[in-house]
């Protein structure tokens, strides 16, 4: 198959195209036929950060397709099914093997291009306000890089759920075309102080809970911008560099912090509930995300480029074929 690999971590350069083995189907492998792929923020965070476990490794978590081969202990799938796949690696690849508890079943009527972008980022998003964020109606919730996948599905949750919604961008621009995804005060990351923006529109009192998607130096701003005994999700590190908190802040602040790790629950009856009822309000058009550029595979340096310096304003997609 063709697919896209790389043996050492770096900028979107140290990616290659080429022929690499087809995946083994073992006994609980969906395999798919890969039509579409959505490039999550993890999967550059992964090629910067985490050293390739084996070589040459594939990249990517998601992608959508048609079931071509599944293994004798698949009960849920047969091949010629449409179906979502998630993986803590392999996605950008023409085959892509997934353990079937990590594969979504996509409605007919919902087209697989935009079937590829729903579970990493909208499940993260409603984990780290609900599940995980324990978000109540009337919170202030903070969002930091509210521009991006996670980002843009976590505002429209939070403001449909009754919480008034802060978002972090990087232009004024970007931060009015949030607005009809439910953003109620946006700030410019770059220009304004964020501390100080959250402390005026909470009137003091400081935000309930922030969704911390950036981590890099922002992060003593969003600890400003808590409020005590508030809550702060660490979910990712789009700056591409993971600050730490001190014994002292914490203690400090009374603060909640709690570690998001979607994928580690991905495989669970709770969350193939909670995915199937996002697919269906996605399906009738009560979720979006905007699609910002399509690339093909085998452009994947390209594309990783374009999410990594074009600021795209929701998700990147890479198709397999011309
Ligand atoms: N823990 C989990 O389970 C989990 C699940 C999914 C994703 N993640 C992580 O969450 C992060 C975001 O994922 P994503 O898919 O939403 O990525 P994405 O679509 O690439 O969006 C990243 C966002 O980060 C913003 N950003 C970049 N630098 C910033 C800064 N200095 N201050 C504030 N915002 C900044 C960008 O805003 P501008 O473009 O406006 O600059 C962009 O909107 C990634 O690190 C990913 O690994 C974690």
Redesign the pocket.
């Known amino acids: 198959m063709k697919a896209i690999h790389y043996s050492r971590n770096g900028s979107p350069e140290v990616m290659e195209y080429g022929d690499l083995p087809d995946p083994e189907v073992g006994s609980d492998t969906v395999l798919i036929a890969v039509e579409w792929i959505s490039i ?3 999967d550059l ?1 992964n090629r910067l950060v985490t050293p390739p476990p084996h070589t040459p490794f594939i990249p990517g978590y998601q992608a959508a397709g048609t079931v071509s081969a599944v293994g004798k202990a698949v009960t849920r799938f047969k091949p010629g099914d449409r179906v979502i796949g998630f993986n803590w690696n392999g996605s950008h690849a023409e085959l892509f093997a997934v353990p079937e508890h990590y594969a979504y079943p996509v409605p007919d009527d919902l087209d697989l291009r935009l079937a590829a972008l729903i579970p ?2 909208f499940g ?1 998003a409603h984990d780290s306000l609900f599940e995980y964020g324990d978000m109540k109606p009337g919170d202030f919730v903070l969002v ?2 509210a ?5 843009l599905a976590a505002v429209q949750f939070a403001s449909r759920a009754g919480a008034t919604v802060i978002g ?3 232009s004024r621009e ?1 931060l009015e075309r949030i607005v009809p995804f439910g953003l109620h005060h946006g700030i410019d ?1 770059r220009t304004e102080d964020i501390a100080a923006r959250c402390k005026e529109i909470t009137q003091g009192k400081g935000v309930d809970l922030v969704l911390d ?2 981590g ?1 130096q ?1 992060k003593d701003a969003l600890m400003s911008a808590v409020k005590p005994h508030g809550r702060y999700a660490v ?5 591409g560099t993971l600050p730490s908190f001190t014994f002292f802040e914490l203690i400090r602040k009374a603060l909640h912090v709690v570690g ?4 580690r629950d991905m495989h669970t009856p709770r969350v193939h509930a909670l995915l199937a009822d996002i697919t269906r309000q996605f399906t009738e058009g009560h979720l979006q995300m905007p699609v910002a550029a399509e690339f093909t595979l085998a452009n994947a340096v390209e594309a990783h480029r374009h ?1 990594a310096g074009e ?1 795209p304003f929701g998700r990147v997609l890479m198709r397999v074929g011309a």
């Open positions: 999550e923020g993890g965070l990493v980022a993260t930091q890089g521009a991006g996948g996670v980002g972090t961008a990087s970007r990351y998607l950036a890099g922002g979910i990712g590190a789009a700056t998001i790790s979607f994928g999410v600021h």
